[in-house]
């Protein structure tokens, strides 16, 4: 084995690919509630920062105003998310998660953990499991510093 440094570049280029694909097959793994990429998205960052307006959704998103009330609604109706007064603004309402939005997130948090619980058992030998788990904080600390 060499004791060169990798490249930094080819480095780089083979975590993009892999972690794109499993980025990929993560979002297609299935659970209850259907919901869709959009939704999901919405659901996690309401989560994790809190309720907003629709307005600073849209910005956060990057999305136009118009789609994100499209998808605030449709999460609305299903119960998933919902709407009060904004305190420093009446003419506002803030959005944010049920009980029901979470689990929805829960669950297909759940099922992609599943997923790859199930890959690590049936096709990795414990010294990868353990290469695996010494990479996720890495992981976890790249894409804190993109």
Not at 30 to 48: I, M, N
Not at 76 to 98: W, Y
């Amino acid at each position: 084995m060499s004791n060169e440094a990798p490249d930094l570049r080819d480095v780089a280029a083979g975590l993009r690919g892999g972690i794109g694909l499993v980025v990929r097959r993560l979002r297609q793994a299935q659970s209850e509630g259907g919901l869709t990429l959009p939704e999901r998205s919405l659901l996690g960052r309401l989560d994790r920062g809190g309720p907003a307006t629709t307005a600073t959704l849209a910005r956060l998103e990057q999305i136009s105003p118009q789609s994100m009330g499209t998808t605030v609604g449709g999460l609305e109706t299903r119960g998933l998310v919902g709407r009060q007064p904004d305190p420093q603004d009446g003419r506002c309402a803030r959005v944010s998660i049920t009980e029901s939005g979470l689990q929805a997130l829960r669950d297909k948090r759940d099922a992609q953990t599943q997923l790859l619980a199930s890959a690590l058992a049936h096709g990795f030998t414990p010294e990868e499991i353990g290469h695996l788990s010494a990479a996720g904080p890495l992981l976890e600390r790249l894409a804190q510093s993109i």
